[in-house]
């Protein structure tokens, strides 16, 4: 594996995880509501 792909597979785990996080958020902000 080189460094690109690396880095690549990187920003997509991390993208994933970050819309995972605003998804929480969001539901958390509803059921507060």
Known sequence: MNTQEASMELLRKYLT???????I????IIGDL
């Open 17 to 23: 995880y970050n819309s995972m996080v605003q998804i």
């Open 25 to 28: 958020g969001y539901t958390g």
